[in-house]
């Protein structure tokens, strides 16, 4: 227990139900913008099919490593990512990655709510407005919903509110009984979409860019995208694995559930450019113009299609389920520090709410950032980017690369193969190989990541 308890009994910790509800809220947790939104207009921007190769190498070699990592951290702490890492090593030197990761979990959340607002607008308008609207309107509809006060700030509320009530269920009937609902219809909206957007005409050169590799596009900006991708993708650095692997039993088989997850992360990642690439080359729209491919470039293609409306409405909602087992992830990453930390004042239902108004007050600076403060820089960056650059140039990778060199050089080789092997139960060739990737490539890896963020190297 931590330092700051008051001397009361924390509540006994909860587990997942079983493999399927772990698997599910995991992969839930590691599906949403990185993956529907940010890889798609990644993958137009950095070659097509090289990048996805590169990624998917890096996804197997580094991604799966790291966040093994984190679920081993949380089984073996049983506890939130302050206290798993704390018990980690016997001492405090490395709790500071769980207040790190805290901290960051609540700048994150504030702007995913933001965007969580601005996808309920647009499922609302989806029959309405969007359905009717000319291409180059939507532009002006969505300039004009995000630059106004009242409107983004409820739909940012309403966004957290859904969280919060997820939250405040627990593991088996809130956060696990939600994945349950929202990943299989997440992945049913996913085909559908898909269908429609390979049958688009023009599509076909869309596939071809996405699918058959031009090696030449391969460099190291293609490879340091790729890298930072996975990491994103996947939600190592977070500490949020760690805490949902802290709810794990001591039986579980971790190299084989994580296996499942990182597949399920990619496929929604690789359907999600199957829907994004081939559709904009369908109506020459560029397939790496960034974010804005999301809420102004497919609404825009939706308004062409024969029922429009639907497909726009489906889109979105694929956009919400995504955004909010993510949402659910990171508000949980706070909610069980604060809960153990001070079990006599907070339990689980105040301890959500305490953290839905931290971040509802975090998010109103970034829903300002894209109007009325868009003129407001900071360290030379509007606030959103501010929060982003944050977490993703600095935090992330930090803490990823701390835990790469915890684990492989100071937790040690027999304790981490302890832990993988479930003390010796699972004998597999691949719990070696995973040591050697930790303490060699990771570090490594991971290192190349700060200083390509920092700009020493480019």
């Known amino acids: 227990m931590s330092n700051h308890s008051t001397g009361a009994e924390a509540p006994k910790r909860e587990q997942w139900s079983g493999r399927l509800g772990f698997i599910l809220a995991t992969a839930g947790s590691a599906v949403g913008l990185g993956n529907i939104m940010k890889f798609p207009y990644m993958t137009g921007m950095n070659g097509g099919a090289a990048f996805l190769i590169v990624y998917i190498i890096v996804m197997l070699v580094v991604g799966v490593g790291m966040l093994i990592c984190d679920f081993l951290i949380g089984r073996h702490g049983k506890a939130n990512a302050v206290a798993s890492y704390r018990k980690l090593l016997g001492k405090n030197s490395f709790s500071w990655m769980g207040y790190l990761g805290i901290f960051s979990a609540m700048l994150a959340l504030s702007y995913y709510a933001v965007f969580g607002g601005w996808m309920l607008y647009y499922i609302i308008n989806s029959f309405g407005t969007l359905a009717n609207i000319a291409p180059d309107a939507v532009g002006g509809f969505f300039g004009d919903f995000t630059s106004s006060v009242a409107g983004p700030l409820v739909g940012t509320l309403i966004f957290l509110l859904m969280t919060m009530v997820i939250v405040m269920g627990g593991i088996k009937k809130g956060i696990e009984r939600a994945s349950k ?203 959103f980017s501010l929060y982003d650059n944050f977490i993703c140039i600095i935090a992330y990778p930090l803490i990823a690369l701390c835990t790469a060199v915890i684990v492989g050089w100071l937790w040690g080789k027999k304790n981490a193969m302890n832990a993988i092997t479930n003390n010796g139960a699972i004998e597999s060739r691949f719990c070696s190989i995973w040591y050697f990737l930790v303490k060699w490539v990771c570090p490594l890896l991971l290192l190349l990541v700060l200083l390509t963020g920092f700009g020493i190297i480019s």
């Open 181 to 383: 609902i929202m990943m299989p219809a997440l992945l049913i909206i996913l085909v559908v979409l898909i269908f429609r957007a390979v049958t688009l005409p023009g599509a076909a050169e869309g596939i071809q860019f996405y699918l058959q590799p031009d090696f030449s596009q391969i460099n190291f900006g293609v490879f340091a995208a790729a890298v930072g991708q996975v990491f994103f993708s996947l939600n190592v650095g977070t500490t949020g694995m760690v805490n949902y692997g802290s709810y794990l039993s001591d039986k579980e088989n971790v190299p084989k559930s994580t296996a499942w997850i990182v597949l399920t992360d990619f496929a929604v990642a690789f359907f999600s450019g199957l829907i994004v690439i081939p559709s904009a080359f369908a109506f020459g729209i560029e397939p790496g113009s960034g974010p804005s491919l999301l809420f102004i470039t497919m609404p825009s293609l939706f308004s062409q299609l024969p029922a429009g409306g639907f497909f726009c409405l489906l889109f979105f909602l694929l956009l919400l389920f995504a955004s909010l087992t993510s949402s659910v992830s990171i508000l949980e990453i706070f909610v069980p520090y604060v809960t153990e930390s001070f079990p006599k004042r907070f339990n689980r239902k105040k301890a959500s709410v305490l953290g839905t108004v931290i971040c509802m007050i975090l998010a109103v600076p970034v829903s300002f950032s894209f109007g009325i403060w868009g003129d407001v820089r900071i360290f030379g960056m509007d606030i």
